[in-house]
């Protein structure tokens, strides 16, 4: 009897702790894996600099959302879905002069580890350093999704710029 009764227990502790998770991922169009963000460089021009913000895509209903713009370190640039070696990715390509001006203006240290938060209407939440809100349209609406976490690679190297873009 003891063990009938600890077993239905466990098996509707199970059923109701896995609904609950379901349904918290069941309301978005997409579900996301591990974001980075990368520092490269052209060795042959060493103006050539960029900083990327992969973010892997698990799955995603293009009939019920469009990725956008994301939001990160203070500035904000559209996103791209392009196929890569690890599969599906939304690419945040910062241009290059983002980087000088900001080692211009002494700001270096802030693009690199400050928080570069938003303040204003534009986000419905501040971010850190390692934080970015993804924006997507659903049901005609743009809605906010706030990445935690965002991994820093380290500086990658490429011999010509023909080499990164074929990356």
């Known amino acids: 009897m003891k063990r009938l009764i600890c077993g239905l227990i466990a098996v509707v502790f199970i059923l109701f702790g ?40 698990r799955s995603l209903d293009t009939k019920r959302a469009t990725l956008q713009k994301l939001y ?11 196929l890569q070696k690890i599969g599906a990715v939304a690419v945040a390509e910062y241009p290059m002069n983002i980087l000088k001006e900001a080692a211009a203006t002494g700001n270096d240290g802030s693009w690199n580890t400050g928080p570069g938060v938003f303040n204003g209407p534009s986000l419905p939440f501040e971010l850190t350093g390692t934080q970015a ?22 500086i990658m190297s490429y011999p010509s710029l023909p080499f990164r873009n074929f990356e």
């Open 18 to 57: 896995c609904a609950s998770k379901k349904e918290s991922k069941a309301g978005l169009p997409f579900q996301l894996g591990q974001v980075y963000a990368q520092r490269w460089i052209v060795e042959e021009n060493l103006e050539e600099v960029g900083y990327d913000v992969i973010i892997p895509i």
């Open 72 to 82: 990160h370190r203070g500035q904000v640039v559209d996103v791209k879905i392009k």
């Open 133 to 154: 809100a993804l924006t997507y349209l659903e049901g005609g609406k743009i809605k906010y999704f706030k990445i935690e976490y965002i991994r820093q690679n380290p």
